[in-house]
């Protein structure tokens, strides 16, 4: 997969891309988070989804491994703060998946905090 396009959709490598993030490395800015919780549902990547969600409303768990929902694509729409200096962000964006044999597309509207230790988490949607 490092070889390959990062399933985000930023035309970037994965290697140079959201595989920093999932290695440890923490996101600068709130979409570069969001893009990175997408590509980890597309590669079912439980741990890291649970890490970069905040405390207060994350699940126990999300059971990923018998999930057949099949990624198909993520749009940014816009981003409002969530930048280096701010604590607090959010990012509209449309992610397009296949469930069985009907495609369906999640519009949300996704909210970030930074937390004191200064990393970038997913609060809620809506």
Same mark, same amino acid.
Not at 5 to 31: F, I, M, N, Q, W
Not at 44 to 59: A, D, F, I, N
Not at 104 to 120: G, I, K, Y
């Given at each position: 997969?490092?070889?390959?396009?990062?399933?985000? %959709?930023? %035309?970037?490598?994965?290697?140079?891309?959201?595989? +920093?993030? !999932?290695?440890?490395?923490?996101?600068?800015?709130?979409?570069?988070?969001?893009?990175?919780?997408?590509?980890?549902? /597309?590669? $079912?990547?439980?741990?890291?989804?649970?890490?970069?969600? !905040? +405390?207060?409303? $994350? +699940?126990?768990?999300?059971?990923?491994?018998?999930?057949?929902?099949?990624?198909?694509?993520?749009?940014?729409?816009?981003?409002?703060?969530?930048?280096?200096?701010? %604590?607090?962000?959010? *990012?509209?964006?449309?992610? !397009?998946?296949?469930? %069985?044999?009907?495609? !369906?597309?999640? *519009?949300?509207?996704?909210?970030? /905090?930074?937390? +004191?230790?200064?990393?970038? /988490?997913?609060?809620?949607?809506?």
């Amino acid at each position: 997969m490092s070889a390959g396009p990062c399933p985000c %959709g930023s %035309g970037k490598k994965y290697a140079v891309c959201c595989g +920093p993030l !999932h290695a440890g490395k923490d996101a600068r800015t709130c979409e570069q988070l969001m893009r990175s919780r997408y590509s980890a549902y /597309v590669l $079912r990547l439980e741990t890291y989804l649970l890490h970069t969600w !905040h +405390p207060y409303s $994350r +699940p126990d768990s999300l059971n990923l491994r018998g999930d057949q929902t099949r990624w198909l694509g993520l749009k940014i729409h816009s981003r409002e703060d969530g930048g280096p200096g701010d %604590g607090v962000g959010w *990012v509209t964006f449309s992610a !397009h998946y296949r469930l %069985g044999e009907e495609v !369906h597309t999640l *519009v949300e509207r996704s909210e970030f /905090v930074r937390m +004191p230790d200064e990393r970038w /988490v997913y609060l809620n949607g809506e």
